[in-house]
């Protein structure tokens, strides 16, 4: 089973940029879609999603045009990229697998604390 892991969280002022990663354990995600998704005050939102052979790549309303996600097949890594960080972008971070970005994930990260301060 794939184990996912988070990092890249902290703190950051209004403004900033962070660059999450996530990475495996106990196989590849090569083959797996991974999407970024935020738990915040407004609740549970999907950010992004990057598919597995195509790279291609899906993007929420509020992530698009200020965060980028790319894949890494050699590190087994893939990042989420935030840039112009509000403090409503505060939260926890995780990713997910899936076998396509349209379907539900079956694998979670334990999750990136990210705060923004204004």
């Known amino acids: 089973q794939v184990q996912l892991v988070e990092s890249g969280g902290g703190l950051v002022h209004a403004g900033g940029s962070l660059r999450l990663s996530c990475s495996a354990s106990?196989?590849?995600?090569?083959?797996?879609?991974i999407g970024w998704i935020r738990q915040g005050s407004r609740g549970r939102e999907g950010l992004s999603c990057i598919?597995?052979?195509?790279?291609?790549?899906t993007y929420s309303n509020s992530a698009q045009g200020r965060f980028t996600t790319s894949r890494d097949n050699a590190k087994n890594t893939v990042y989420l990229e935030m840039n112009s960080l509000k403090p409503e972008d505060t939260g926890v971070y995780y990713c997910?697998?899936?076998?396509?970005?349209?379907?539900?994930?079956?694998?979670w990260g334990q999750g990136t604390q990210v705060t923004v301060s204004s």
């Open positions: 997910a697998a899936s076998p396509l970005c349209a379907y539900d994930y079956d694998f």
């Open positions: 598919n597995a052979h195509d790279g291609r790549t």
């Open positions: 106990g196989g590849s995600l090569n083959n797996y879609a």
